[in-house]
């Protein structure tokens, strides 16, 4: 088969390394890729909102396969345009993605189906989310409803910074059109666990379990960002939760989804807390989370080709979805100055450092070719992995490992994964 993958971040180098490694793949094509997914497949120069380039490039290389990652072209409706085009495609049509394309969908969806989730209101009028503010419990969540680059999440403590949390999103659109309206949310406490799960529309089949750490610096302080490392599976994601979330949360999203004339075919993220009062749905992502990606993947057993064209085909019920019982830790290299504003340009070396290596990897999330090097070209650069027997060891391993790369400029977290050592 001839496959190409959409996408150019770590989560896509991370699907990129499964996919290489199936029988069934002849040439493998990544648009466009980046300097790491460029070892496993031939990258090509076209963006992941150029649909008529690429569904062109598709039909001239007889590509038989497609694998969108993101979530802009996922919403935007890239699917679609590929199927149009005769060729098979992974991830949700647009009449789905809308679960992660519009938090007020999502919201009312929960909401009808009885989906366990935060209390809500959803605004389409600044002054309405203001007046609703006076009488509000905080700390309170506001989210712009569209898509945001994962941070139009405001977490605010009291009433003044809710007010200035609403102007900014609604009022100065600081997250655009995205904006336009808003989901003032609960504001729940608990271990925040991340699920991702495939599905044909019709059966759901469960990932491990990971967890993100979202805030840019130790002790999650500092600003939202993209995620800056992981670890799977989470110790705190029992088996009895397990069952609870596949019952309540995790089929009946599917079942939803479909009566709801949105059959949702591809990747669900289960963004979950367990709260006191058990499993609530933070946020679904209509696609693999970053970094999740990146310590989920290297454990799964299965062709992740053979399982992605049984979520096409709508066969996903003889899949037999296995991962190793080991654990994962991924630690993020970023560029000194993310999520704001950073240089990027700098030569990454120490890269060959992991050839040959099973149980360490480096997932590229922001870097190019340039003048023969391999450079930084982004916020996110490195995507350091490592498994282990357990998640100590993994941990171990991964902070070992950001030792072998450098550039200028490093930055990373020195605390992934310590809640491991509260289990
Ligand atoms: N790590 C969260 C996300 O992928 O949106």
């Given at each position: 088969m001839n496959v190409l993958l959409v996408g150019g971040g770590g989560r896509e180098h991370a699907i990129a390394m499964q996919i290489a490694k199936s029988p069934k793949v002849d040439k493998f094509y990544c648009a466009p890729g980046n300097a790491g997914i460029a070892s496993l497949a031939e990258c090509v120069s076209i963006g992941v909102m150029e649909f008529d380039k690429l569904v062109a490039f598709a039909k001239e290389k007889a590509i038989d396969f497609?694998?969108?990652?993101?979530?802009?072209?996922?919403?935007?409706?890239?699917v679609d345009e590929f199927e149009k085009a005769g060729i098979r495609a992974f991830g949700p049509r647009k009449n789905a993605a809308i679960l992660e394309g519009s938090k007020a969908f999502s919201k009312d969806l929960m909401k009808k189906y009885g989906i366990p989730t935060a209390a809500y209101e959803n605004f389409d009028d600044a002054q309405a989310a203001l007046a609703y503010l006076e009488t509000a419990q905080f700390p309170i969540v506001l989210k712009a409803d569209g898509l945001a680059l994962g941070k139009g999440v405001l977490i605010c403590m009291n009433k003044e910074e809710a007010i200035a949390g609403?102007?900014?999103?609604?009022?100065?659109?600081?997250?655009?059109?995205?904006?336009?309206?808003?989901?003032?949310?609960?504001?729940?406490?608990g271990r925040e666990v991340s699920v991702l799960t495939f599905t044909d529309g019709k059966t759901i089949r469960v990932m491990t379990s990971a967890q993100d750490h979202k805030r840019a610096k130790d002790n999650d302080e500092g600003l939202n960002t993209g995620g800056m490392g992981t670890f799977s599976p989470s110790p705190f994601y029992t088996d009895e939760i397990h069952e609870y979330c596949v019952k309540n949360i995790y089929q009946p999203t599917v079942d939803a989804m479909a009566k709801e004339g949105r059959t949702f075919q591809g990747v669900i993220f289960f963004g979950l807390m367990l709260t006191a009062d058990g499993p609530k749905v933070l946020e679904y992502n209509a696609r693999f989370g970053d970094?999740?990606?990146?310590?989920?993947?290297?454990?799964?057993?299965?062709?992740?080709?053979?399982?992605?064209e049984a979520?096409?085909?709508?066969?996903?019920?003889?899949?037999?979805?296995?991962?190793?019982?080991?654990?994962?830790?991924?630690v993020v290299l970023a560029s000194d100055g993310y999520p704001v504003s950073y240089e990027k340009g700098f030569e990454i070396t120490g890269?060959?450092?992991?050839?040959?290596?099973?149980?360490?990897?480096?997932?590229?999330?922001?870097?190019k070719f340039a003048d023969g090097k391999i450079v930084t070209n982004g916020g996110r650069v490195l995507g350091v992995t490592a498994t282990g027997a357990d998640l100590k060891e993994a941990r171990r391993k991964a902070y070992e490992a950001t030792k072998w790369v450098n550039f200028a400029n490093k930055y990373m977290r020195n605390d992934i994964g310590k809640a491991i050592d509260e289990a």
């Amino acid at each position: 088969m001839n496959v190409l993958l959409v996408g150019g971040g770590g989560r896509e180098h991370a699907i990129a390394m499964q996919i290489a490694k199936s029988p069934k793949v002849d040439k493998f094509y990544c648009a466009p890729g980046n300097a790491g997914i460029a070892s496993l497949a031939e990258c090509v120069s076209i963006g992941v909102m150029e649909f008529d380039k690429l569904v062109a490039f598709a039909k001239e290389k007889a590509i038989d396969f497609v694998i969108v990652a993101p979530d802009d072209p996922l919403a935007a409706g890239l699917v679609d345009e590929f199927e149009k085009a005769g060729i098979r495609a992974f991830g949700p049509r647009k009449n789905a993605a809308i679960l992660e394309g519009s938090k007020a969908f999502s919201k009312d969806l929960m909401k009808k189906y009885g989906i366990p989730t935060a209390a809500y209101e959803n605004f389409d009028d600044a002054q309405a989310a203001l007046a609703y503010l006076e009488t509000a419990q905080f700390p309170i969540v506001l989210k712009a409803d569209g898509l945001a680059l994962g941070k139009g999440v405001l977490i605010c403590m009291n009433k003044e910074e809710a007010i200035a949390g609403v102007k900014e999103i609604m009022q100065d659109k600081k997250f655009g059109t995205a904006g336009n309206r808003m989901v003032v949310e609960q504001f729940m406490t608990g271990r925040e666990v991340s699920v991702l799960t495939f599905t044909d529309g019709k059966t759901i089949r469960v990932m491990t379990s990971a967890q993100d750490h979202k805030r840019a610096k130790d002790n999650d302080e500092g600003l939202n960002t993209g995620g800056m490392g992981t670890f799977s599976p989470s110790p705190f994601y029992t088996d009895e939760i397990h069952e609870y979330c596949v019952k309540n949360i995790y089929q009946p999203t599917v079942d939803a989804m479909a009566k709801e004339g949105r059959t949702f075919q591809g990747v669900i993220f289960f963004g979950l807390m367990l709260t006191a009062d058990g499993p609530k749905v933070l946020e679904y992502n209509a696609r693999f989370g970053d970094p999740e990606t990146q310590v989920v993947l290297p454990r799964m057993k299965n062709d992740l080709l053979e399982v992605m064209e049984a979520c096409v085909d709508g066969t996903l019920d003889q899949i037999d979805l296995q991962f190793e019982d080991n654990a994962a830790v991924c630690v993020v290299l970023a560029s000194d100055g993310y999520p704001v504003s950073y240089e990027k340009g700098f030569e990454i070396t120490g890269l060959e450092a992991f050839e040959g290596k099973e149980d360490y990897f480096c997932f590229h999330a922001g870097s190019k070719f340039a003048d023969g090097k391999i450079v930084t070209n982004g916020g996110r650069v490195l995507g350091v992995t490592a498994t282990g027997a357990d998640l100590k060891e993994a941990r171990r391993k991964a902070y070992e490992a950001t030792k072998w790369v450098n550039f200028a400029n490093k930055y990373m977290r020195n605390d992934i994964g310590k809640a491991i050592d509260e289990a």
